[in-house]
């Protein structure tokens, strides 16, 4: 899950990490109180950019009765990092054996 190869998307890695993981998985990996975000696709290949980073930033404007929270520390930098790791992980998928 880590990326290896590209600054930007180990940054947006970090932050999914310390933000997101608990409640989301990729390829499996992760918690199942949110929806699975890359396998078998990857939450960035049907939402728009700029929705997705909206609903991050405040998912109950989004969603009545939405359970995941609006994370306070999370700046348009950091949103932006953690959609461009997600955007990453769109083309590192796991193998529909795996």
Same mark, same amino acid.
């Given at each position: 899950m880590s #990326?290896? &190869?590209?600054?930007? +998307? %180990?940054? @947006?890695? +970090?932050?999914? &990490?310390?933000?997101?993981?608990?409640?989301? +998985?990729?390829?499996?990996? @992760? @918690?199942?109180?949110? #929806?699975?975000?890359?396998? #078998?696709?990857?939450?960035?290949?049907?939402? &728009?950019?700029?929705?997705? %980073? %909206?609903?991050?930033?405040n998912p109950a404007s989004f969603r009545n009765g939405v359970k995941m929270p609006t994370i306070p520390n999370l700046t348009e930098k950091k949103i932006e990092s953690i959609v461009y790791y997600l955007n990453y992980m769109a083309n590192h998928k796991l193998q529909k054996s795996e």
């Open positions: #990326p290896k &190869d590209e600054e930007e +998307a %180990k940054i @947006g890695f +970090a932050l999914f &990490d310390k933000n997101c993981i608990s409640c989301h +998985a990729i390829n499996k990996i @992760g @918690g199942s109180m949110g #929806p699975e975000l890359n396998y #078998p696709k990857s939450v960035t290949e049907y939402w &728009d950019q700029e929705q997705l %980073k %909206k609903f991050i930033k």
